[in-house]
């Protein structure tokens, strides 16, 4: 599947159609992430449930002010609309495939319960 770009024009409407949406934070003249871009491709080629998406820091910047992106590259995963992941740096291929496989384990039913619980917890 190609690698979608994402905007302040589709963001919000691609996690809201998509289970299962990685998004990566990224730069132009950020090193690490031109590296990294090429691994994002491959992989998004074996796991055709996911939506790969990008999102340019630099022409984009509300949208990485509104998540807080402070490092790039940054990886976020949105799972049925909720972020199960986070995290600045460029991952080998190896520990990207693993992440994702994880992530696509993770029981979404669960997941919202203890998030529930917890707005509970401080309400």
Known sequence: MAVVELATSNFE???QDNDFVIVDFWAPWC????SFAPVYEKVSQDFDEVIFAKVNTEEHQEIAAHFQIR???TLMIFREQVIIF???GALPEGSFRDLLAKAGELDMVDVKRQIAEQAANQA
């Open 31 to 34: 090193g690490p992430c031109r």
């Open 71 to 73: 490092s790039i590259p």
């Open 86 to 88: 986070s995290q600045a």
């Open 13 to 15: 409407q691609t996690i």
